[in-house]
């Protein structure tokens, strides 16, 4: 008796959580916004970039369809022996953009795409009146670059940011299951106060990166995007997360990168926004015992399985919603078997919701994070010391810059 009257309120918790789910990705499909007027405007793109690049030319090819293209390109390397810097002066030989490669040097306080990120905007951060920094492995749309610069000219915002949409590369499960968790954090709402950013993608005004400091500060953060979104809040700027900057990112993990990324975003949050992280964390131990008790349900009771078939139901149609959003700003349907696996993805949502609270768990030891080829030691949310790999034994799923 009092096993079914905790599954059953267990059960009430995941119904709750699945009407949430659908209610929040039908308000975030809705309020994607069409660019009903071409966007002229001069910005230069700053581009951290470490390893083999094996979607450079992809990502090159992206920006020479964007409709409002970026009148600079800097890349910015950590040494003359990164793989990268050799395959970005091939780039600037063959590109009509104007490019320009940075070496940045090791960094000794921060992370290294911190160090790089600050190292070309002392360079060439005012150098035209819009700065847009960019991941290299996002595939934006052509109206990407219009999208994150419109409310800059309109002088509506000083911070401009977006998201990922994640785009399986293999049929692995871990990407699968990683892509799917991803996809439904792309279609929660996210705050315009300055909380959260995006590193991948986000653009300032010219006076904001003065205003912030951002070179300076830069040079002594762990996390570029979460870094930026405390200091534009402190200073008051004005940050708008904008639903249509939604970008393709492609992904391919191994259960053990697909952890270790979790971790470190998580570990991210707790250095710098512990009350997201407090958040996240008692939202997934909710989720996690909603579809457990469900799932209990539907096997013993006629009414059980009637609510675990509305859960699923539900959760459904909130990733078909998720779908539209990613149509309405301008990201094609993929077809492929990956994404019919991926609506059968609710079956699994206990093992979903564990991997989630893993990732969440291990990020509780702060006193180290591994990103890319660097190992960082942590005291205090402060970069002590930095140990690096040779870039060839890094995959292409562990060096990711966002």
């Not at 991941?135 to 109206?143: A, F, H, K, S």
């Not at 419109?150 to 998201?163: C, E, K, Q, S, W």
């Amino acid at each position: 008796m009092i096993a079914e009257i905790i599954a059953w309120a267990g059960g009430a918790l995941g119904l709750i959580s699945a009407v949430v789910t659908l209610v929040t990705a039908h308000v975030m499909c809705r309020r994607v916004p069409a660019l009903v007027e071409p966007v002229t405007a001069r910005a230069v793109m700053i581009v951290p970039a470490t390893g083999d690049l094996p979607r450079l030319a992809a990502f090159h090819d992206a920006l020479l369809a964007q409709r409002c293209r970026p009148a600079r390109i800097v890349f910015a390397v950590e040494s003359v022996d990164d793989p990268a810097y050799a395959r970005l002066l091939a780039l600037v030989a063959s590109s009509p953009f104007s490019i320009d490669v940075v070496v940045a040097g090791e960094a000794t306080a921060s992370s290294q795409k911190c160090r790089n990120q600050a190292s070309a905007l002392r360079l060439f951060g005012q150098s035209e009146p819009y700065v847009v920094l960019a991941d290299i492995d996002i595939l934006p749309p052509p109206d990407w670059l219009g999208h994150l610069l419109r409310p800059l000219t309109r002088d509506v915002a000083d911070v401009v940011t977006g998201y990922r949409w994640t785009m399986p590369a293999d049929a692995r499960p871990a990407t699968v299951l990683g892509t799917w968790i991803d996809r439904s954090v792309a279609g929660l709402p996210k705050p315009n106060d300055g909380w959260l950013a995006w590193g991948g993608s986000i653009a300032l005004r010219r006076d904001a990166v003065e205003r912030l400091g951002l070179p300076d500060l830069f040079e002594r953060e762990i996390s570029d995007d979460l870094s930026l979104a405390k200091a534009a809040r402190r200073a008051g700027a004005r940050v708008i997360f904008r639903r249509s900057v939604l970008l393709p990112t492609p992904v391919a993990h191994s259960f053990a990168s697909l952890i270790a990324f979790g971790q470190r975003q998580y570990q991210m949050f707790l250095f710098y926004q512990w009350p997201l992280w407090l958040a996240a964390a008692v939202t997934v131990v909710a989720n996690l015992f909603g579809s457990v008790a469900l799932l209990w349900l539907a096997f013993h009771s006629p009414a059980g399985l009637a609510a675990y078939a509305l859960s699923l139901i539900m959760i459904a149609a909130a990733d078909q919603r998720r779908r539209s959003m990613a149509r309405r700003a301008g990201i094609a349907p993929v077809g492929g078997v990956v994404e019919v696996i991926l609506r059968f993805m609710p079956l699994l949502l206990p093992v979903i919701h564990l991997l989630h609270l893993a990732a969440i768990v291990l990020s509780l030891d702060r006193r180290k994070v591994v990103w890319g080829h660097c190992v960082y030691r942590m005291r205090g949310g402060r970069v002590t010391g930095i140990e690096r790999r040779r870039w060839s034994s890094i995959v292409s799923s562990d060096a990711r810059g966002d």
